[in-house]
């Protein structure tokens, strides 16, 4: 099993570029989220998903859009990059244990926006 | 709104030197209490997961406690290997579903040989 894995790992990209950010889990799992993480502001959360097809709103969610086509693919996608989106990028995934869930993070990808 | 503080900020501690990583919280209802390690560079990566006040679970020098209010990380006698951003998250119980966690900005722990 490789787990979560993301790409690219690192990416600089210009101003009003786009990208799309890929995540995929050999798990099986139903749920898959996308967070930033940026110096002394934790693990915010972009959006997620509770299962293929469907997708919702996190915290910090302006800026970005994605997709799940497939039940192992979550993308994240910014249509027009903005220095405001440097940051690190990770993807994790969970089941349900009871209720509750236990997410399983893949690497992050490094973006710099210039 | 779902909140989570973790304090400190930064502990610095020599190799032996037992302590303890606090993450208070407040959510509505708890359905649970996750621990979380994060080296530099990496994905955070699961410890623990707590579901009712007064449970504890260990892993080699790691115990974790919950009360109604906050949770303990405790370090026995801690090695350099255990230096490491430590994050806490709660999942809380809301009208419908709830799959998401909210995580605290973390301790960053450094242990010096």
């Known amino acids: 099993n490789a787990g979560v894995t993301q790409t690219p790992k690192f990416r600089v990209l210009k101003t009003g570029q786009s990208m799309t950010l890929l995540c995929a889990q050999d798990m099986n799992h139903e749920y898959m989220y996308w967070y930033r993480q940026d110096p002394g502001m934790g693990l915010r959360l972009i959006h997620y998903s509770v299962g293929e097809g469907t997708t919702a709103k996190g915290e910090v969610p302006d800026g970005y859009n994605v997709s799940r086509l497939k039940k192992q693919n979550f993308l994240l996608g910014l249509e027009s990059a903005a220095p405001s989106q440097t940051s690190v990028y990770f993807c994790?995934?969970?089941?349900?244990?009871?209720?509750?869930?236990?997410?399983?993070f893949g690497p992050g990808t490094r973006l710099t926006v210039t | 709104e779902d909140q989570v503080t973790q304090s400190p900020e930064a502990l610095r501690l020599q190799e032996g030197e037992s302590s303890s990583l606090n993450c208070s919280y407040t959510?509505?209802?708890?359905?649970?209490l996750f621990w979380y390690r994060q080296d530099p560079g990496k994905g955070p990566e699961f410890l623990f997961t707590l579901y009712s006040a007064g449970e504890e679970k260990e892993k080699e020098r790691l115990k974790a406690t919950l009360t109604k209010k906050e949770s303990f990380l405790h370090i026995t006698a801690p090695k350099p290997e255990d230096s490491a951003t430590y994050l806490c998250?709660?999942?809380?119980?809301?009208?419908?579903?709830?799959?998401?966690?909210?995580f605290g900005k973390g301790t960053l722990l450094t242990v010096n040989p």
């Open positions: 959510v509505s209802g708890l359905r649970g």
């Open positions: 998250a709660v999942q809380a119980y809301s009208g419908g579903s709830n799959y998401k966690l909210t």
């Open positions: 994790a995934s969970s089941y349900l244990s009871g209720a509750r869930v236990l997410q399983y």
